[in-house]
C-alpha cells in the first residue's frame, strides 16, 4: 500500500516538474512576480494580461534562472490574454487537448521558484459573450496561490489544460483551455490585438 501511495505521488510531482520546463517568471508589476508559459522555441511567451502593468521593463526569468527583457506582442484585455516576446530558445508547453469535470488537475507558477496546489474539474463552460469575451473556459476549485496568475492549469500527464487567471472569476478559479487561448494569440501574433465585430444600435 505505502509502496503504491509513494508511487502516485511520485508520478505527480513528475507532472509538475514536466510542467515547470515551459513556465517562466514575469516581473511586471510593483508586487509580486507572476507566471507565464513558453508558447513557441523562439522566445513567444502567454501569460494574463492584467500582470503586465507596464509597457516597459518587463523582465522575465527562465527555469534556467536566465534573465530577459521582454517586449509585448499584443494584448486582449476581454480575454484576460498578452503574448510576450524574449530573445531567447524556450521549451514550449505540451498542451491537452481537453479535460472532463472531476479530472484531477494542478495550478502550476513560479512567482519565485516553482510551486503548486491540486484540485479537480469542477466545471467546462462554453462561451461567455459581454465585458469578457471568452470562446470556454474551466473553473477548478484549485488555490490560486500569489503569482501564479498566467500559469498552467496542468492536467495528471503533465501537459498545460489552461491558462489560470484570477482576473477572471471572484469567487472560483478559473482557466483559459487552448481552444479560447489559441485564435487569441494568433490575432495578437498577427495584429497585435484581437478583432472583434460589433454592433452599435
Same mark, same amino acid.
Given at each position: 500500500?505505502?509502496?503504491?501511495l509513494?508511487?502516485y505521488?511520485?508520478?505527480?510531482?513528475n507532472?509538475i516538474?514536466?510542467?515547470?520546463?515551459?513556465?517562466v517568471?514575469?516581473?511586471?508589476?510593483?508586487?509580486?512576480p507572476?507566471?507565464?508559459?513558453?508558447?513557441s522555441?523562439?522566445? *513567444?511567451?502567454?501569460?494574463?494580461d492584467h500582470?503586465?502593468?507596464?509597457?516597459?521593463?518587463?523582465?522575465v526569468?527562465?527555469?534556467?534562472?536566465?534573465?530577459? *527583457?521582454?517586449?509585448?506582442?499584443?494584448?486582449?484585455p476581454?480575454?484576460?490574454?498578452?503574448?510576450?516576446?524574449v530573445?531567447?530558445?524556450?521549451?514550449?508547453?505540451?498542451?491537452?487537448?481537453?479535460?472532463?469535470?472531476g479530472?484531477?488537475? &494542478?495550478?502550476?507558477?513560479?512567482?519565485?521558484?516553482l510551486?503548486a496546489?491540486?484540485?479537480?474539474?469542477?466545471?467546462?463552460?462554453?462561451?461567455?459573450?459581454?465585458?469578457r469575451?471568452?470562446?470556454?473556459?474551466i473553473?477548478?476549485?484549485?488555490?490560486?496561490?500569489?503569482? &501564479?496568475?498566467?500559469?498552467?492549469?496542468?492536467?495528471?500527464?503533465?501537459?498545460?489544460?489552461?491558462?489560470?487567471?484570477?482576473?477572471?472569476?471572484r469567487?472560483?478559479?478559473?482557466?483559459?483551455?487552448?481552444s479560447?487561448?489559441?485564435?487569441?494569440v *494568433?490575432?495578437?501574433?498577427?495584429?497585435?490585438?484581437?478583432?472583434?465585430? &460589433?454592433?452599435?444600435?
Open positions: 500500500m505505502t509502496n503504491s509513494q508511487q505521488s511520485d508520478e505527480m510531482a507532472a516538474e514536466k510542467a515547470g520546463r515551459s513556465i517568471t514575469i516581473d511586471a508589476r510593483n508586487h509580486v507572476a507566471t507565464g508559459i513558453a508558447w522555441t523562439d522566445g *513567444e511567451i502567454v501569460t494574463a500582470i503586465v502593468q507596464r509597457d516597459e521593463n518587463i523582465n526569468t527562465l527555469p534556467d534562472g536566465s534573465t530577459y *527583457e521582454a517586449k509585448i506582442l499584443g494584448r486582449d476581454s480575454s484576460d490574454l498578452v503574448l510576450l516576446k530573445e531567447a530558445k524556450l521549451t514550449p508547453a505540451e498542451w491537452a487537448d481537453s479535460v472532463k469535470i479530472n484531477m488537475v &494542478f495550478a502550476v507558477g513560479r512567482p519565485d521558484g510551486m496546489s491540486w484540485g479537480i474539474v469542477s466545471y467546462v463552460g462554453g462561451a461567455v459573450r459581454g465585458r469575451q471568452l470562446e470556454a473556459y473553473q477548478t476549485d484549485v488555490v490560486m496561490l500569489p503569482g &501564479f496568475s498566467g500559469g498552467p492549469l496542468v492536467d495528471a500527464s503533465g501537459r498545460v489544460a489552461g491558462i489560470n487567471s484570477s482576473a477572471l472569476g469567487d472560483a478559479s478559473v482557466a483559459l483551455p487552448l479560447a487561448v489559441k485564435p487569441v *494568433e490575432s495578437l501574433k498577427k495584429h497585435g490585438h484581437v478583432k472583434r465585430g &460589433f454592433l452599435g444600435v
